[in-house]
């Protein structure tokens, strides 16, 4: 989900477009339905939305879901990742 929500165009766009994003991953097999993946993208968009750093926003006035990590770097991931950690211990 991360990786299609990041392949947004300009980070931007509806819930439409990340499914179609989904379909087109090499991951989702050709019998799954419609309905099916966008059950799967909404819970999964909205999961995404409520974690402590969200990698997804979502603007309900133009129904558009945001990509927030565009800008960051892999360094960025793991310098996150390694402050979380020394926190837990």
Same mark, same amino acid.
């Given at each position: 989900?991360?990786?299609?929500?990041?392949?947004?165009? #300009?980070?931007?766009?509806?819930?439409?477009?990340?499914?179609?994003?989904?379909?087109?991953?090499?991951?989702?097999?050709?019998?799954?339905?419609?309905? %099916?993946?966008?059950?799967?993208?909404?819970?999964?968009?909205?999961?995404? @939305?409520?974690?402590?750093?969200? #990698?997804?926003?979502?603007?309900?006035? %133009?129904?558009?879901?945001?990509?927030? @990590?565009?800008?960051?770097?892999? %360094?960025?991931?793991? #310098?996150?990742?390694?402050?979380?950690?020394?926190?837990? #211990?």
């Amino acid at each position: 989900m991360r990786d299609a929500v990041s392949r947004l165009p #300009c980070g931007l766009g509806t819930r439409a477009d990340v499914v179609t994003l989904v379909r087109d991953s090499q991951y989702v097999a050709d019998n799954v339905t419609d309905a %099916q993946v966008n059950s799967v993208v909404s819970g999964a968009l909205d999961r995404l @939305h409520s974690e402590k750093d969200p #990698c997804v926003r979502y603007d309900s006035s %133009q129904r558009l879901w945001t990509y927030l @990590h565009k800008r960051r770097r892999p %360094q960025d991931f793991y #310098c996150r990742t390694s402050r979380l950690r020394a926190r837990a #211990c």
